[in-house]
C-alpha cells in the first residue's frame, strides 16, 4: 500500500473512529457530567472572532448561530481525529505494532488535556472538573484507538484498504455514532432554532411576558448554562470594601427586597425582533449590598462575576445613584429559572441585557474597570437601550381581510419612557396611535389602533416612537454590533376580500 493509500484510509478511519469518540462524549456529558470539548472551547473561539463578525451571524442566524457554531465545532473535531488516523496510518507502514493506534490516542488525549481543556477553562488535565476527568477522556481516546486498530492499524488489522473502509462494519460504527449524536442533540437544536420560548407568544404582547416565553440569550452554547446548587451557592461582595461580605440565598432574601417592573431587550435584537421581555423581579438594591460593604476611598468601579465566566462592570458613582439596580432572586413572584440566572442575576434598566450577568457569584470593588465579555469584543462600553417599536400585529406577511384590522405592539425606550408612537401605511402620512399605561417608567408601552384600508392590495406599514424627552427614534437602519440595531419595523402586509 502507498503513503497516499494508507492516509486515505486511515483518515476514513480517524473520522469513524472520531464519531464514536464524540458521540461517547455526549453521553458521558449526560451520563457523568463530562462537559464536551464544543462547549469549553465556545468561550475562546467567540473571544478571537471579531465583534462584527459575531454580530453579522447573530444578526443573520439570531440563535441558529450558536446551533452552527456547536455543529462546526463537532465537525472540526472529527476532522481533526481524522487527521490523527491518517498521521497513524502512514506510522503503521514503517512500525507496525499492535500499540501504534494507542500511542497517536495517547498524543490525541495529551493534547486535549494539556492545551484544549486548559484553554476552555478547565484546567491542566481537566482537573478544575474533577479528578475523573482525565481518565475518562482517556477511555474516550482508548475508544478511538479500538476502532483504528480494527481498521487495520496493526499487525492484527486485516487490510487497510478502500473495501476494507466501505465495508458493514465501519460504516455501521459511523451510522450509530451519528444517530446516537442527533438524537442526543437534534432536540436542543431544533428548539433553539424554531421553538424558542419568545417566539411562542401570538397577538399583542401582554404587559408581563409570561416565564415561560421570557426571551433566553447567553453567551454559552444550547444546553452549556451553568446549573448553580442554591443551597451551596454564596454571593461574594469584596475587593476594595472594609466589610466583605459572602451572603448566602437565604441571606440575600433576608435584606430589604424591592420589587421593580422591568423591560429586558437583548442588544442583539433586530428591529421588530422578539428578545425583548418584560417581567416583575425582586431583589436587593445593588447600591445598598456595596454601601454595606463600606467601600474605600479608591474604589471606583464595581465588577461583577458570573458562574460561566461572564464579566461586567459599572461605575461605584452610576451604582450609587441608581436605586433601581437590582441583585434579582425572583421573576414574577416565584424563584428565577436556571435560564434566567437563578439564584441571583443582575437587573440594569435602561440598558441592554449584556450588561446584567446572570448566575452571578461576585461583586468586587476596584479602582480599575472589569471589562465585560462583550466589550471585550468591540460591543459598545455602555449599552444604553436604543428607542424602538415594533408591530405584533398583523405579523409580516400577513394576509388580512379588507375591514376595520387591529394594529399594535410595543415601544420601548428605556428609563426615558415612551411619549409617543406612529405608524405610516403610504410611506407620507404619520398618524398617533393610542397607547396603554405602562406598568412603570421601566417599561415597555403597549400601543394600537384600527386601520381600515381604503381597498385591497399589499400594503407597507412602518411604525416609529418618540421617548419621554421628545427625541424620535433613529431611522437609520443599522445592525446590533457595536450598539444595538436601529430603523424603523417594517412589515408587508397583503389586504384581500
Known sequence: ???????????????????????????????????????????????????????????????????????????????????????????????????????????????????????????????????????????????YAVVLQYGGQGPYGVDMGRRRLLS?????IAAISIGGLALRLLPDWYAAIFNSPESALRGISPDITPVQNFYVVSKNIVGYDPTVDGQAWRLHVSGMVDKPMTLSLGDLRALSPTEEYVTFACVSNNVGGDLMSTGQFTGVRLRDLVAGASPQG???????????????????????????????????????????????????PGHYGMKAPKWLDTIELSSSELRGFWEQQGWDHNAVVKTTARFDVPRDGDIVRIGAIEVG????????????????????????VSLDPPLSNLTWVRWRTVWTPASEGVYRLRVRATDGSGQRQDPSSAPSFPSGASGYHTIQVSVSK
Not at 168 to 172: F, N, Y
Open 1 to 143: 500500500m502507498t503513503r497516499k493509500q494508507a492516509a486515505l484510509s486511515g483518515f476514513g478511519w480517524g473520522c469513524v473512529a472520531g464519531a464514536a469518540l464524540v458521540a461517547v462524549m455526549y453521553y458521558a456529558a449526560l451520563l457523568l457530567g463530562l462537559r464536551p470539548l464544543p462547549g469549553l472551547l465556545n468561550e475562546p473561539l467567540l473571544s478571537l472572532m471579531p465583534g462584527f463578525v459575531f454580530g453579522f451571524l447573530i444578526d443573520n442566524l439570531q440563535h441558529a448561530g450558536k446551533v452552527l457554531e456547536e455543529a462546526g465545532l463537532i465537525v472540526a473535531m472529527v476532522l481533526a481525529l481524522g487527521v490523527l488516523g491518517a498521521v497513524s496510518a502512514i506510522a503503521n507502514l514503517r512500525w507496525t505494532s499492535s500499540w501504534l493506534p494507542f500511542v497517536f490516542a495517547g498524543a490525541g488525549w495529551l493534547l486535549v488535556c494539556t492545551v484544549l481543556l486548559p484553554v476552555g477553562g478547565a484546567g491542566m488535565l481537566g482537573l478544575n472538573d474533577g479528578p475523573a476527568t482525565p481518565l475518562t477522556w482517556a477511555a474516550l481516546f482508548a475508544i
Open 168 to 172: 458493514a462494519v465501519p460504516i455501521s
Open 298 to 348: 479608591g474604589a471606583s468601579w464595581v465588577g461583577f462575576r458570573a458562574r460561566d465566566g461572564y464579566t461586567e462592570s459599572l461605575p461605584l458613582s452610576t451604582v450609587e445613584g441608581t436605586p433601581e439596580i437590582l441583585v434579582a432572586y425572583d421573576l414574577d413572584g416565584a424563584p428565577l429559572p436556571m435560564v434566567h440566572g437563578f439564584p441571583a442575576r443582575l437587573v440594569i
Open 409 to 432: 405592539g410595543v415601544a420601548f425606550a428605556g428609563t426615558r419612557g415612551v411619549s409617543k408612537v406612529e405608524i405610516t401605511t403610504n410611506d407620507s402620512t404619520w398618524t398617533q
